[in-house]
């Protein structure tokens, strides 16, 4: 069988509480990106906005390489570190996801730097891919804090632009695609303030993919959040072949390049 994947997405962005919305996205299968821009003034949106375009092109086509993942991630973060001026050095966190095949088989292709998500729902099983780049995420990691201690929250440890260098490496994730999976991909306008389990429930029981990612970005508003939120939903309509329930992994299959030096960024404002 030939391999194929179809899916539907539905994506919502509010500026919440501040002056100008430093978050973008792009949504068209077969690729889904968040960026949450930082830097001040325009330089956020300037930086978000010219990381998710490096994957405009891929719009349309049927599946996405591993190569080809990776260019477009070398490219953003050629072109964002670009953007570097006289007043400072813009940055963006990334996350998102490529269709893509692996070993004759469907698999979405999730990556990200910095602290921006991307969740997993498959049946009833809702997972956090990713894995923040942050200083609290290094914490927790060390047994020497927990998720409850934020007061570090806004300093990442990775970023396109910001401090890291011109060729900054991505974690990606291989997932195996299911009919009726659903992919939640947001900046951290919605999982500073809103929890993985209300995130899981809203993911769970609500259909549309447009009325979730409102939904989520409500939560988040209502919550009390002030920063930018952005989140963008994933549906996988049909796909196939599918693996053989057996050979699904309990968790992702990782393969990352990392940074080199020193790439912590400053503290958003």
Known sequence: MIPYAYARCGFATDIGMRELNEDSLFASSPVFVVADGMGGHSAGEVASRTAVDAFASLDGRDFVSAGELEERIALAARTVRGLASETGIPGTTLTGLVLGIEGGFPYARVFNIGDS???????????QVTKD???VQELIDAGVADGNNWGRRNVITRALGGHSGSDVGADVFLVPLSMGDRFVLC???LSSVVS???ISEVARYMEDPQETAQTLVQKALGAGGS?????????IVDCGPQLPSGNIEEETVTAARRIVGDDTVPRRG
């Open 117 to 127: 998500r991307t969740y997993h729902l498959s049946g009833m099983a809702f997972i």
């Open 133 to 135: 780049h942050s200083e």
């Open 187 to 189: 900046s951290d306008g």
């Open 196 to 198: 993985n389990e209300r």
């Open 227 to 235: 920063d930018n939120v952005t989140v963008v939903v994933v549906d």
